[in-house]
């Protein structure tokens, strides 16, 4: 078995790059990647045949279709903008098409080729319904002043002020705001909220939402949501990796991440279909469950009905979890009993011990190891190939690092691979680290 050597990229902004895929690194995990809702990022979408999670065609910018399409009419120029993701789905429309609205929720329809006898739904996910890449606030203010900017943006007025203060160039004329409804769940529920647009670069930021952990805190948070400009510009250097064939994950959920199993729950279609997005359009090969906030069996059901329809809609793509010392680990071997273990299951886990002190290496055994031997009646051997023991690198050096897994080796010959947490935390050259790992796995007891 090849070792895995795994590294967590906890804010994916610095491009990745050759030096990435020269590495001895095998694996790359992109995080913390959030499940979230807004009505602001409502987006359009024809979808690839009825029981397709596959894009053929999205756009942000739909009101002018709206009316045509509740007419019962596919609009020339709606037909112009998606020529290309029906051409490339090998399924280019004919003139003899019919559009007929569904009825479920008055934003979906049937798009009927009756030439060729292919169907394509089409909706608006009203709940706009889209991943952020760990998308923090550029500004936060908190107190008597934080609705300062609020009468300008009621009255479409950009504020040179706050985009000063967020850090965003370029004059005021180059930006749009846009009155969008409010948040609709959680702490933020309620609470008013603008879309800022650069219009130089399509650059999305959502302003006035608050924070998780203030929600009367006026912020500007970059969305990082995908197809802008904010992601898409680092997702781009990620082809030099994928080229080398290393693959590349995105980790969903995160130690503050308190509405991703929710909205997972209460909205899998259109979260099946917001992830399939990010998968297929950047050649990403799976999702790591990043389980640190625990709802119990809600959480377990939603992520057994994610990983099984997900796999079955996109086959090939890898989904692996990632538990940590003292967390629920329990309920993620729950979600590999009603799964499997193995590639068309649960592929395997990243265990992160965040706490080497408290937590030595010995404990990879009883936390992990001994557990999955448990409940899939396997060999220590057979059960630690299926796992890669990681540590928090911060403050420690590459030797220390590279001897911690050295221990678990030790103890597990057939450890599956290593996990390093975090790119940013590394000092020394990406190079000298990955070298360092990788000799790490190959050291024997």
């Known amino acids: 078995m090849t070792k895995r050597n795994m590294l967590y990229v906890t804010k994916p902004f610095k491009p990745l790059g050759m030096t990435a895929a020269d590495s001895a690194f095998t694996h790359f995990v992109l995080g913390s990647c959030h499940v979230e809702q807004n009505p602001a990022m409502q987006r359009f979408r024809i979808l690839d045949g009825p029981a397709s999670i596959g894009t053929v065609f999205g756009s942000f910018d739909f009101s002018q279709w709206i009316g045509a ?12 903008a998606s020529a ?7 399924k280019p429309l004919s003139d003899n ?16 080729d009756n030439a060729n006898d292919n169907v394509f739904p089409m909706q608006v996910d009203v709940q706009g319904t889209f991943v952020s890449f760990n998308g923090s606030p550029l500004l936060t203010i908190t107190g008597p002043s934080h609705t300062q900017y609020v009468p300008d943006l009621d009255n479409g007025v950009v504020p040179a002020g706050m985009l000063a203060a967020a850090g965003l160039t370029g004059p005021t004329s180059n930006y749009t705001i846009t009155q969008e ?11 008013q909220q603008w879309l800022l647009t650069d219009t130089t670069n399509g650059f999305i930021w ?20 995908f197809l802008t400009e904010n992601i898409a510009q680092f997702l781009a250097s990620l082809d030099p990796v994928t080229s080398a064939g290393k693959p590349v994950y995105m980790s969903l959920g995160g130690a503050r991440d308190w509405n991703t199993w929710v909205i997972m729950g209460n909205s899998m279609p259109e979260t099946l279909i917001t992830i399939a997005e990010i998968l297929q359009t950047f050649s990403l090969s799976g999702v790591d469950y990043d389980f640190e906030q625990s709802t119990g069996a809600t959480s377990v059901a ?18 692996s979890v990632c538990p940590f010392i003292g967390g629920p680990v329990g309920e993620l071997f729950n979600v590999w009993t009603n799964v499997g273990l193995g590639p068309s299951g649960i592929a395997w ?14 404990s990879f055994t009883g936390a992990f190891v001994q557990p999955l031997m448990a409940t899939f009646h396997l060999s220590q051997a057979d059960a630690a190939s299926f796992l890669n023991a990681g540590f928090e690198n911060k403050k420690v050096s590459v030797d220390a690092f590279a001897g911690l897994i050295r221990q678990v080796v030790q103890d597990s010959p057939t450890l599956g691979g290593a996990f390093t947490y975090n790119r940013e935390n590394i000092t ?6 990955a070298n360092a790992v990788a000799d790490a796995l190959g050291a024997t007891g």
């Not at 019962?72 to 112009?80: K, N, V």
């Not at 939402?209 to 969305?223: C, H, W, Y």
């Not at 992520?303 to 989904?319: I, N």
């Not at 886990?349 to 010995?362: D, F, L, V, W």
Request: proline fraction near 12%.
């Open 181 to 191: 409804p409010p948040q609709t769940m959680g702490p933020m529920k309620g609470l």
């Open 69 to 80: 399409l509740q007419d019962g009419t596919f609009p020339p120029s709606l037909r112009q």
């Open 349 to 362: 886990a990243n265990c992160q011990n965040y706490n080497p002190g408290n937590n030595p290496p010995s």
């Open 302 to 319: 939603t992520m057994t009905e994610f990983t099984q329809q997900l796999q079955e809609k996109m086959p090939g793509v890898t989904v």
């Open 84 to 90: 290309a993701g029906f051409e490339n789905a090998g």
């Open 97 to 112: 098409v019919t559009v007929a609205p569904t009825g479920s929720s008055g934003f979906d329809w049937i798009l009927t």
């Open 206 to 225: 959502l302003v006035g939402i608050g924070i998780q952990s203030t929600p009367e805190a006026f912020a500007v948070r970059a969305s990082h949501a």
């Open 428 to 433: 020394v050259p990406l190079s000298t680290w």
